[in-house]
């Protein structure tokens, strides 16, 4: 399948505000040079942003079980690899549970800005429990951001949806745009109630990813790709990729390794397929900069992660413990407020390098 790249060097970025109805052009890479509403956008996300990576914290709920599509790196006991650690396994909570535990974490991490849905399956595929999870946190907790991660299957059939609950950052896992290369990473996807594999399946997923990253960036919501690095498979493909989907106005790209351990029970865990040295993925974070800005702050963190990056508090959070919680939750704003304002206070008034790359 062919893919239409389109115009170079001016991607559509949102021009302020928040959400779907903030969109403009603008092409500038340098962040400095970024408008104030995406500087605004990104100052206190702490994924997006490098700067704000320590002082401010996010949240996942693991609201999202099923998936749509089959990755090589995957064993469907554990989270989607594609946003998180290989390996672990978190606790499904249904929407109500998922809002409670916010409201929970939100009162005793006043530093907690961004609540995002990765997992442990895709958001996308889960459509009702991610959803009624984003419109409840919408009423209830109208200052967190909200984020979604995503392989991008269904993004152009949702994309209405997603813009009315105010998400705005979606991250997509991009592995690829050559269906050829697609076939050794997605054995099928789930489209139209039928599987379909090797490179057909994978030609329909890119084709989705792209359209949605399209759509997504015409409505002004921020863009980063997440592409898994697998040597032998895609490395040496994602400089193609990266310029890619910089031409069609992703913001950010993670290059993430790809984990892999046979204990996983991961068809490359068993066949042997073996992620990047440290070496490697240093290169071709440094060869893919030149077309990019690249996040290297990532922690790959779990469906269900909690509180600063690298840092793990959700075991404080879990439902037996928020249980009988009782949340002020007006309080817990006005606190949140005055934190943020004194990590602001506490910064340089105008960032030069929020993002590396
Ligand atoms: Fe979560 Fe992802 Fe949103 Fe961040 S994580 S949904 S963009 S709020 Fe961040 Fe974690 Fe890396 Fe993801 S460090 S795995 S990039
Ligand atoms: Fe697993 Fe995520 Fe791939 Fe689905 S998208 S198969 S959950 S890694």
């Not at 064993?75 to 499904?92: H, I, L, M, Q, T």
């Not at 697609?182 to 594999?197: N, Q, S």
């Not at 990253?213 to 997440?226: D, F, P, Y």
């Not at 990019?292 to 779990?302: L, V």
């Amino acid at each position: 399948m062919e893919l239409k790249v389109l115009g170079q060097g001016t991607p559509m970025v949102p021009t302020g505000g928040a959400g779907c109805a903030a969109s403009g052009r603008g092409g500038e890479d340098r962040l400095s040079h970024l408008p104030a509403g995406i500087r605004a956008q990104i100052r206190d996300h702490p994924c997006y942003s490098e700067a704000a990576h320590h002082h401010y914290a996010r949240m996942h709920v693991a609201v999202a079980p099923a998936c749509n599509i089959q990755c090589h790196y995957c064993n469907r006991k554990y989270d989607c690899a594609n946003e998180s650690r290989p390996g672990v396994v978190s606790e499904v909570l249904s929407p109500d549970q998922a809002v409670k535990k916010v409201l929970a974490v939100a009162a005793a991490i006043p530093q907690l800005s961004v609540l995002g849905i990765a997992g442990p399956g895709d958001p996308l595929a889960n459509p009702e429990r991610t959803f009624a999870t984003f419109r409840k946190l919408s009423q209830q907790a109208p200052d967190l951001k909200l984020c979604l991660s995503t392989n991008g299957l269904m993004l152009p059939e949702l994309i209405d949806v997603l813009c009315a609950h105010r998400v705005n950052h979606v991250t997509i896992t991009i592995n690829c745009i050559d269906p050829a290369v697609g076939a050794k990473i997605y054995p099928w996807i789930f489209w139209k109630r039928r599987r379909i594999e090797g490179a057909e399946g994978a030609a329909i997923l890119i084709e989705q990813q792209q359209k949605g990253l399209e759509m997504l960036v015409e409505r002004g919501i921020l863009v980063k790709i997440n592409s898994v690095v697998i040597p032998g498979a895609n490395d040496a493909h994602l400089r193609t990729v990266s310029k890619y989907v910089k031409a069609k106005g992703a913001f950010l790209h993670n290059l993430m390794p790809l984990i892999s351990e046979a204990k996983h029970g991961t068809f490359f865990g068993v066949t042997g397929q073996r992620g990047p040295t440290q070496e490697e993925l240093r290169v071709l974070r440094d060869t893919c900069a030149g077309d990019m800005k690249m996040m290297r702050h990532c922690r790959q963190c779990r469906a269900d992660a909690v509180g600063l990056l690298g840092e793990d508090r959700r075991e404080e959070f879990t439902l037996d413990k928020i249980e009988h919680r009782e949340v002020d939750y007006g309080q817990a704003t006005a606190v949140r407020r005055r934190v943020h304002a004194t990590i602001e206070a506490n910064r340089p008034a105008r960032p030069q390098s929020p993002v590396p790359g």
